[in-house]
């Protein structure tokens, strides 16, 4: 019922304020978004890019300096200042997990195979929030961010300029993937700029950041990393309840149809 209430509540401050207020910034031309359905490594991407673009290896507070969260207050803040590294830059950096729509212009939009996007949700979100979600929620769409096929869906066919990034190639070769990433945004930089930023955005370093930033006893947003997990937590049940509702999504991102 939250959930119904908090989407209502957004839609009126859009139709108050504009299609856009929810944004909490103006889009300018030059934005690349790094766009994903949450947990699908966006945050790593988000991670290498501004490892990259600061040349030194960041601390846990200065990410959002370089590559701002837009669903961060903080970091919307950073993006409305004049003086800090994003507005330097250009091109320059959004990190997103809306849906898609026409107002963004190009974007790198990171998919992960489904079934692990929703196994890491799960985990992430049953540990941090105060009210727990089952997967079957998840699965069918009945959380904040809808349905993960339909948030694939309507970025892979919406016309706009971008580059898609798996998941499971960017755990694979992330050094290649980077570089992919840099071709697409006309961006420049070493094989040893490269191989730089790939080791300061492991998943072990980011975990020790988030462990010293927030302290052990908190659940980390950087649980695991990988493929397959979701074999560990979807029963039967929950796999053909997944494939009713995600075939056209997991067909069109790549990772095929059901072998009945």
């Known amino acids: 019922m939250s959930t119904v209430f908090t989407k209502v509540r957004h839609t009126l401050r859009r139709w108050l304020k504009g299609p856009h207020a929810d944004l909490g910034f103006r889009p300018q031309p030059d934005f690349y978004y790094l766009a994903s359905f949450p947990k699908s ?27 701002p969260d ?14 800090t590294p994003f507005n330097q830059m ?3 950096f959004v990190k997103t997990h809306l849906y898609y729509r026409p ?16 196994t890491s949700f799960y985990h992430w979100r049953n540990r941090r929030s105060g009210k727990p979600v089952s997967l079957r929620e998840i699965i069918v769409g009945e959380t904040y ?3 993960w096929s339909d948030h694939v869906l309507g970025w892979l066919n919406s016309g706009c ?9 960017l755990y694979a070769d992330t050094a290649g993937q980077l570089r992919r990433i840099l071709d697409f945004c006309h961006l420049h ?13 492991s998943f072990e370093r980011m975990r020790a950041k988030e462990k010293a930033a927030q302290g052990a ?10 493929s397959g997990d979701w074999r560990n937590l979807f029963s039967p049940a929950d796999e053909d309840l997944f494939w009713q509702y995600h075939r056209a999504g997991m067909i069109a991102a790549g990772y095929g149809d059901r072998v009945s």
């Open 70 to 83: 837009s669903h961060i207050k903080g970091d919307l803040a950073y993006m409305a200042d004049p003086t």
């Open 217 to 226: 006893e908190t659940p980390l947003f950087v649980r695991k990393g990988g």
């Open 41 to 67: 490594g966006n945050t790593w991407v988000r991670f290498l890019l501004a490892n990259l673009l600061a040349g030194r290896e960041l601390e846990l507070q200065g990410f959002g300096r370089y590559v």
């Open 103 to 118: 107002i963004f212009r190009r974007a790198i939009y990171i998919v992960r195979d489904g079934r692990d996007a929703m």
């Open 90 to 92: 250009r091109p320059r």
């Open 189 to 201: 930089a070493s094989e040893e700029q490269i191989a730089a930023a790939v080791a300061a955005s």
């Open 145 to 147: 961010w809808g349905r």
């Open 161 to 169: 300029e971008l580059l898609v990034v798996k998941y499971e190639d």
